[in-house]
């Protein structure tokens, strides 16, 4: 027998050799180092992007507040307020073909207003009827025969009396905005000289475009107390200068339409003035202009020498009635 070497009997090696160029085997569970972080290094500092954001937004803010309050009153008015027209004189001043009897409207008007403009709605309802006449004989009115001042005059007295029946068909009430909106100033039902009309389309259409006379505003009455006074007696053509002048005049010496301090530095106006502002610029150049040519005799002492600040005063809805009227009465009369 042939004697073997232990060598014979080793096992041999059946693992691959590596290469030179072999790519070490990927471990399954890669190494983790963790590094101790010097705590002579300082940590990174955080940001102030989110401090910069805030007061760059509360800055926006603040700004976004003062815009609203400068111009949304404005933006408002123009998109919700009466709108705007180019005053003009349509009709000659002359006389005319025609007059209209306003007897039975100022009979009416003397029974049931005071001097100082309330209303007595519920002795006026008593005469509903007298009234409901009167309207009936505008519809038949012919209103394209009329001179300047007695177009004016009628459609002043239809409005007025339009509001007056308006009101009765509801009352009692206590608010003219307590009709609903649809029956209220758009309600296309008011019969004047072969036309149908809205309040507002008399208002804006016939009135305000066709005459340069923004003391309308003065004699127009939509039955609230922070309306201007109704009329105790009925417009008529050969008076009408007059009596709008009186109704400004009135308007300008009562605290619920025009207050001024003892420095002439505030003014504090009925809200026709911001709601009709630009048909008194139209007229006199600026509001202050305006105020100062209505002003009475007996307050021309208090017209703005500089230009004032003005501010709004509060406009009442509150029905006109009679039994709203401050205790004790005004004893205020007008021309």
Request: contains cysteine; charged residues 25%; positive net charge.
């Amino acid at each position: 027998m042939n004697s073997m070497s232990p060598a014979h009997f080793a096992v041999p090696n059946t693992e691959p050799q590596a290469s030179a160029c072999a790519v070490p085997p990927r471990p399954m569970f890669p190494e983790v180092h963790c590094t101790r972080q010097d705590k002579t290094q300082s940590a990174p500092k955080r940001p102030t992007t989110r401090i910069v954001i805030i007061l760059l937004g509360s800055l926006l803010f603040v700004l976004t507040l003062a815009v609203c309050a400068t111009y949304l009153p404005a933006i408002g008015l123009r998109l919700f307020g009466p709108p705007r027209v180019t005053m003009d004189e349509a009709f000659a001043k002359s006389s005319g073909k025609t007059q209209v009897d306003h007897s039975a409207l100022d009979r009416l008007l003397r029974a049931h207003v005071d001097a100082d403009g309330w209303v007595d709605y519920r002795g006026l309802k008593k005469e509903a009827v007298e009234l409901g006449r009167y309207v009936d004989f505008l519809s038949g009115v012919a209103i394209a025969d009329l001179g300047r001042d007695e177009r004016l005059a009628l459609l002043i007295n239809a409005y007025n009396a339009f509001t007056l029946q308006l009101i009765l068909e509801h009352y009692p009430l206590d608010s003219i905005k307590d009709i609903p909106a649809r029956d209220r100033w758009d309600a296309v039902r008011w019969k004047l000289g072969g036309h149908t009309w809205s309040l507002n389309q008399i208002e804006h259409e016939q009135i305000r475009a066709k005459f340069a006379e923004p003391r309308i505003h003065f004699a127009l009455v939509c039955a609230a107390v922070g309306c201007p006074p109704l009329r105790n007696e009925a417009y008529r053509a050969d008076r009408l200068e007059d009596q709008l002048a009186g109704q400004t005049d009135y308007v300008h010496s009562h605290p619920r339409w025009f207050q001024v301090d003892s420095n002439v530095t505030v003014v504090r106006l009925t809200k026709l003035y911001e709601w009709y502002g630009d048909d008194f610029v139209q007229k006199h150049g600026s509001v202050m202009n305006a105020i100062a040519a209505y002003l009475p005799k007996t307050h021309e002492g208090t017209a703005p020498t500089k230009k004032p600040r003005i501010r709004w005063l509060p406009y009442d809805w509150s029905l006109n009635d009679v039994t709203n009227r401050p205790s004790p009465p005004g004893s205020s009369k007008r021309d």
